[in-house]
């Protein structure tokens, strides 16, 4: 039996994307226009509350999402808050359900936060450097080693979008692992 639980913990595949600068670009700033289209996403849970920000999707963000679907289990891991990355995922239909989530609490929390996922092969795409993500990569520790696929930030510029080729060079990156 432990050979056989062995197996399928090597089988397993988990991959964590980032949300900002990963898959959407949230502009703060009123002094500069992007490139790429805003939706106006409110982001609070109470009716008469407005919490409006505008956002852009990354071009080739959604086509990321789907075909890391195809290779393991794919989570949403952001150092936002809960609320801001449910709307998210929402306005933009990243297809996450609640339960595949993780955001600032979890993140903060590393030492006591239990994940239940299975162990596995774990995998972290992120825009910042793996030096600034300790806590992010402290979390996923206890799933097993994590291996970091760092990509260029998206500031809401159409160069910027994620391309067929790189699409396949992370897919590649996660299989050959």
Do not use: C, W
């Not at 500069?32 to 956002?55: A, F, H, L, M």
């Not at 955001?103 to 995998?123: A, C, M, Q, T």
Request: overall charge negative; cysteine-free.
């Amino acid at each position: 039996m432990r050979s056989e639980e062995s197996q399928t913990q090597n089988d397993t595949i988990n991959i964590f994307v980032d949300l900002d600068e990963t898959l959407i670009h949230t502009n703060l700033s009123t002094d500069i226009e992007n490139e790429v289209p805003q939706v106006k996403v409110n982001i609070s849970t109470r009716p008469r509350k407005q919490e409006i920000y505008p956002v852009s999707l990354r071009p080739g963000a959604n086509d990321l999402l789907f075909a890391l679907r195809g290779l393991g289990n794919v989570f949403m891991l952001t150092r936002a808050t809960h609320d801001y990355a449910v709307a998210m995922n929402k306005a933009f239909n990243l297809a996450f359900t609640e339960n595949r989530i993780y955001s600032r609490r979890d993140v903060e929390n590393y030492r006591y936060k239990e994940l239940h996922i299975p162990k596995g092969k774990n995998f972290l795409i992120d825009d910042l450097l793996d030096r600034n993500n300790y806590e992010k990569i402290a979390l996923l520790q206890q799933l097993g080693p994590v291996r970091y696929i760092n990509i260029l930030p998206f500031y809401g510029y159409k160069d910027e979008a994620l391309t067929p080729g790189m699409i396949t060079d992370i897919a590649n990156t996660i299989r050959e692992e």
